[in-house]
């Protein structure tokens, strides 16, 4: 690995971590030293699986792209298609609740609508990236 290599790892496991300590505050509401080497552990973890497995990938495959023009084109139009959909559909359905007298959404409502449409994207994008 160069240096640029390095650095970037670095920073990542970084980033995760403070990610990590600040969704435990957030969670708890209290700083807890305790969860500090866990956190840093699994970042570790999963950086070190992730590399592992493209290095795996690469030794049996070789020089395979992962993706080829057609891929990167498929990708683009499922992306433009989510952005457009979501934009008027979740225009259309704050227009609808609140012409019904909702003026108030909860925010546990919000997280859970975000994490559904996360998750399709992420299928949906799986599902383009595989035709």
């Known amino acids: 690995m160069n240096k640029l290599q390095w650095i970037m790892t670095i920073a990542i496991i970084l980033f995760m971590t403070i990610g990590g300590i600040l969704g435990s505050y957030l969670f708890e509401r209290a700083f807890r030293l305790e969860l500090i080497l866990p ?20 030794k049996r495959n070789g020089n395979v792209p992962d993706v080829d023009e057609r891929t ?34 909860e925010t546990v409502w919000l997280i859970v609508s975000f994490m559904v449409i996360y998750i399709v994207i992420g299928l949906g994008a799986f599902v383009a990236k595989n035709l």
């Open 39 to 58: 956190i840093i552990a699994g970042a570790i973890i999963g950086l070190a699986t992730t590399f592992f497995i493209d290095k795996w990938k690469r």
């Open 72 to 105: 990167l084109k498929n990708m683009q139009r499922y992306l433009l298609i989510v952005l457009y959909v979501l934009l008027i559909g979740g225009g259309a359905v704050l227009i609808a609740l609140y012409a019904s007298g909702i003026h108030a959404i």
